[in-house]
Every structure is written in C-alpha cells, then in structure tokens.
C-alpha cells in the first residue's frame, strides 16, 4: 500500500524568505501523480501543485514550485517570498493511476507559520 | 464559477439521529470522493464513487455509514445513528475520469452533542 510522509509537523519562515517542505512517500508504482494542498484557517482544501510522475521536469506556480526526485521518491515544496497569506497547513499526496483505486491518499500534514 | 458544493456547512445532531451531507461534483466531473477529517488530524479517505457505482468503500466504517452518487442529484454521505466520534470535517472533492486534477468542496462540520 502507499503511503505519505511529511516529517515536519511545524515549520515557520519570515515574510519575503524561502521555505520547503518536505515529503517521501513509498509505492511500487511508476504511474502516479502527487499534489501539494494548503489549508489555510478557513478549512478550505486548495490546490497548490500538480506533479506528474512521468514529466522530470519540477513543476511550479508563480511562488511554488517542487523538488521531484523520483528516484528517492521524494516531494518537496518551495515557497519563495513568502507572504502571510501562505501561513496554513500543507498537505502533501499521493494518487495512484491504477484503475482500480484512484483516491488521493495525504500526509499528516505541516504547518507553516509565517511572521513579519 | 461552480465548483464543488457541499451543504450543510455546519451540522449539529444529537447522538442517535442520521446526519446527511450532499455534495454537487464541478460541472463536467463525474468522480466523487468523500474524505474525513479529525481536529489536528489529515485527511481520511473514506469513500469513492462514479454515477450510480461505488468504486472504493476501503475507507468507510462497516457500521452507520453509507454513500450513493446517483444518476441524478448530489452525492450523499449519510450516518446513521451518530456518535459523538462522528464530529468531524466532512470533505467531498470530485474529478474528471482521469483524475489528474482533484477539487475539493469547502467541507460539512458535523457537531453530535
């Protein structure tokens, strides 16, 4: 079965810093996508990334952008000039191509604090 | 701009009555998911539907709890009987068939006192 970790349960940057998050996840798959979500107070799941696992190219969105290594089956997510807007929890996850079970499966998350 | 809705936002029951959580998938998206979520805890996959067919009910507790995706209308997650362990964040999300981008709704708290 797969499985998400996210190893930093708290994290915090200062507003304009850089700050990465960190995600392994374990499969036996070579099809798959991963996603980053944000959480912000308001509960709301937002997308924030997609990785596809066949594309070596790292994807980004304006300030976010991953670090894919699919060989270490690591994903990590940069936020580059960080604004206060970012502080929320951020859940990494995983999604199987096969047929068979497409749920997103997540982390236990990390929260990103952010101060001025 | 629709995108995923769920309704109630805010549900309070007391232990012993059903509790019902609709969800209406993105225009165009065809794939329900349901997923739970616990104070300080993630997101708990719990079941997954296309129209009129479970897909993957892994997630879902054997007793009390259900979910259907009709031809026509909403999805719905129902509990029977709640409990007060049933208080939680309800989240739907919904995709295409492909699955390569999944929305969520803003979520159903559900409060059993």
């Known amino acids: 079965a797969q499985t998400v970790t996210q190893s930093q349960p708290e994290m915090s940057v200062q507003e304009a810093e850089t700050v990465t998050l960190s995600c392994t996840y374990d499969?036996?798959?070579?099809?798959?996508?991963l996603f980053w979500y944000k959480q912000p107070p308001s509960r709301q799941m937002i997308l924030v990334i997609r990785?596809?696992?066949?594309?070596?190219q790292n994807a980004t969105e304006n300030r976010f952008s991953v670090n894919f290594q699919k060989a270490a089956k690591s994903f990590s997510l940069k936020i580059s000039d960080s604004q206060l807007g970012d502080a929320a929890m951020y859940f990494c996850?995983?999604?199987?191509?096969?047929?068979?079970?497409?749920?997103?499966?997540f982390g236990k998350g990390t929260t990103l604090s952010v101060s001025s | 701009n629709a995108g995923v809705m769920q309704n109630p936002r805010h549900l309070v029951r007391r232990r012993g009555q059903e509790a019902r959580l609709r969800c209406s998938p993105m225009k165009g998206h065809s794939h329900v998911y349901w997923y739970r979520q616990l104070p300080e805890e993630g997101l708990k996959f719990m079941v997954y539907l296309q129209k009129e067919n479970i897909i993957d009910e892994s997630g879902m507790p054997k007793e009390r709890f259900s979910a259907e995706f009709p031809k026509e209308g909403p999805s719905i997650l129902r509990i029977q009987q709640v409990v007060r362990g049933d208080s939680a964040a309800y989240f739907c999300?919904?995709?295409?068939?492909?699955?390569?981008?999944?929305?969520f709704g803003e979520g159903s708290w559900l409060t059993v006192v």
């Open positions: 999300a919904s995709s295409t068939s492909s699955g390569n981008t999944i929305y």
């Open positions: 499969t036996s798959e070579s099809d798959y996508y």
């Open positions: 990785q596809e696992a066949y594309k070596q």
């Open positions: 996850a995983y999604r199987t191509l096969n047929q068979a079970g497409t749920a997103l499966i």
